[in-house]
């Protein structure tokens, strides 16, 4: 572990918590390893076990509700999540981590400029959400965390994760929400495909590519767009008494099903 981490461990002493990890399943401790536990928790309080950070706890505690399942954690439901077939648009994260591993029902993608959808590099899969090379009706469930925000043509990218769910399934995601303003167009791609700044660029951190544009920041608009799409959307906001038992804070999921 690195210097700066240790310093960061031991100033944020006051956020670390127990609980249990709905993803891995164990009783375990939530650590914040630097300076910033508010206003961005979502991001942090890392699960010592599987690295999970708040969000992707929430992401798993609403696949949990979409299914009513009595177990609190992925790990504990695992053999009823791998009889559905699954898209997520991340690899390599926790929740692959205890779903993906030998199951072929659930396909992880990231998506690389310079690789044709589909093909894969470095063993995981090319996926543009604008142009999915997924077949109709494919999905139970489609989960997208914290990516809807960089893909330049969002509306797409909706009505092509409706399009591979299955009729009922789940499309369960997170994006930078608003909820006091309609949805904030940052930057638009013009037709000679210049990127053109509105705002100030914002970019966010991505494990795979550095740094990513934000084109957006979504508003409370969202649930009507979602729902001309062709969903009903619900906002999962945490609840204090009942999330923090998970460390799961400063968060919304969005539960979009299709109609
Ligand atoms: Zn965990």
Not at 35 to 60: D, F, I, M, N, T
Not at 101 to 110: A, F, I, L
Request: glycine share 6%; hydrophobic share 40%.
């Amino acid at each position: 572990m690195q210097l700066k981490s240790v310093i960061g461990l031991a100033r944020n002493v006051r956020y670390h918590r127990f609980g249990k990890c709905t993803i891995c399943g164990k009783n375990t401790m939530f650590l914040s390893f630097d300076g910033h536990a508010a206003p961005h928790v979502r991001e942090r309080l890392h699960c010592a076990s599987c690295k999970s950070v708040s969000r992707q706890r929430h992401v798993a505690l609403e696949m949990l509700r979409a299914f009513e399942r009595k177990e609190t954690s992925l790990q504990e439901a695992r053999a009823f999540f791998r009889t559905l077939k699954i898209y997520s648009a991340s690899s390599g994260d926790a929740m692959s981590q205890v779903l993906g591993k030998d199951n072929s029902n659930y396909v992880v993608s990231e998506y690389f400029p310079d690789v044709p959808a589909g093909e894969k590099k470095n063993g995981v899969q090319c996926q543009n959400l604008e142009a999915l090379t997924f077949k109709d009706s494919e999905f139970d469930v489609v989960i997208t965390e914290d990516v809807l925000e960089h893909v330049v043509n969002f509306k797409k990218a909706l009505s092509e994760i409706h399009r591979v769910l299955k009729k009922g399934g789940f499309h369960i995601f997170t994006v930078p929400l608003l909820l006091d303003s309609p949805t904030v167009e940052r930057a638009i791609v013009e037709q000679t495909g210049t990127i053109k700044h509105l705002l100030p660029p914002e970019y966010h951190g991505d494990p795979i590519r550095g740094e990513i544009l934000a084109f957006r920041t979504f508003g409370y608009d969202i649930f009507s767009m979602l729902s001309e799409i062709g969903f009903d959307a619900t906002l999962s906001p945490t609840f204090f008494q009942m999330t923090l038992k998970h460390a799961i804070a400063d968060s919304y999921v969005i539960v979009s099903r299709k109609r």
